[in-house]
């Protein structure tokens, strides 16, 4: 598979783009204890405030974004510590592994686990146990969500006190909803990027890319039992007014889903799990963009868990495109919009 990656000269594009995004080494933080160490494998980075506290802290596990393909402690070193000085929170940036070269569930289940070891380790790291909560953006909120709905299925587990998606990608039946007609060529993430690494992170090849996007891909039996919960039906009217054209639906391609059928699993696509999952979840905040293609994506899993009863704290920046929060002081850019979803992240964080 290497050969093939190479060939199309995806390696070498994949190694650029990670040494484009890796972000520079920062120096020591006046306010935070930062250490790096793993957790059953893992490698993380434990940011501590370094103040007094009068009791244990909130601890939040965070996981990167990046369409599982990029990302690293390093490019998200800022948000990291913006999030944990301004919170006063104890945070741990999960390394988890990436794609191609590590296939799903490969994320999902790094992430699952140093979540696990953490919620096993508070006292060490003066963490309250009724306080803890995963947070992530774009793929780290695809994990984030998924983690979440693993461990509130767990009889035993520790429950998390919320859960936080900034601009998730939660499902991959359809990459014609409304906002990916309005946003397809809109920066940070193209509509063909948004397949594409949905299936790197799934096969680690973008094989039946074209016919993923025009949908052949999920049979009419399924397409009609996700129908309920993905269908531009559910998607509030005003994010319509820029328009949407009703699609032709394309003929199901057989052998294209047997490539690609674990779609279907709400680890990798949690917008697809059942109510009895979705009703167990945490408080929720989920923070969307306008100009995203994601943004349905949050838009369709905010309303499935409001009909499941669970509360949710929704952000919209009507000026946000994709990727805004990384982009918080990176390079001497700085967004102020990514700096108004990074607080909303911060308040909602105060409040629980």
């Excluded at 490698?43 to 996981?63: C, E, H, M, N």
């Excluded at 686990?113 to 919620?119: K, P």
């Excluded at 499935?304 to 000026?319: I, K």
């Amino acid at each position: 598979q290497g050969r093939i990656l190479e060939k199309t000269g995806l390696c070498s594009q994949i190694t650029f783009g990670r040494y484009v995004r890796q972000g520079r080494k920062l120096g020591l933080d006046p306010k935070l204890f930062i250490q790096d160490l793993q957790f059953t494998e893992v490698p993380v980075r434990v940011y501590q405030p370094k103040a007094t506290s009068d009791g244990p802290r909130r601890g939040i596990l965070f996981f990167h974004g990046g369409g599982w393909v990029f990302g690293s402690l390093d490019t998200y070193e800022k948000v990291c510590r913006y999030l944990s000085r301004e919170s006063d929170s104890v945070v741990v940036s999960v390394q988890y592994r990436l794609a191609p070269e590590h296939k799903y569930p490969a994320a999902y289940e790094d992430c699952l686990n140093a979540t696990q070891h953490f919620l096993q380790h508070l006292e060490r790291y003066g963490v309250d146990p009724a306080r803890v909560i995963v947070c992530g953006d774009s793929a780290g909120g695809n994990l984030a969500a998924a983690v979440s709905q693993t461990l509130g299925m767990q009889v035993r587990a520790p429950k998390l006190r919320a859960q936080i998606l900034i601009y998730p990608g939660l499902q991959a039946l359809d990459f014609n909803l409304p906002s990916y007609q309005q946003n397809r060529g809109v920066p940070l993430l193209f509509r063909e990027r948004a397949a594409f690494f949905a299936l790197l992170y799934l096969n680690g090849d973008a094989l039946h890319m074209q016919e993923v996007l025009e949908g052949s891909h999920i049979p009419p039996d399924l397409r009609l039992k996700y129908r309920k919960w993905v269908s531009p039906d559910n998607i509030p009217e005003e994010f319509k007014v820029r328009g949407v054209k009703p699609l032709r639906p394309t003929d199901f391609i057989a052998e294209v889903y047997e490539t690609v059928k674990r779609f279907c699993e709400p680890n990798l696509c949690p917008l697809l799990a059942e109510d009895s999952v979705v009703h167990q979840l945490p408080e929720s905040f989920i923070l969307t963009c306008e100009y995203d293609v994601l943004r349905d994506d949050g838009l369709l899993y905010k309303k499935r868990l409001e009909d499941n009863g669970v509360r949710v704290t929704w952000y919209h920046l009507e000026d946000g495109f994709h990727g805004i929060i990384s982009l918080y002081d990176y390079c001497g850019f700085s967004f102020p919009s990514g700096k108004k979803g990074l607080d909303s992240v911060v308040n909602f964080l105060k409040s629980l």
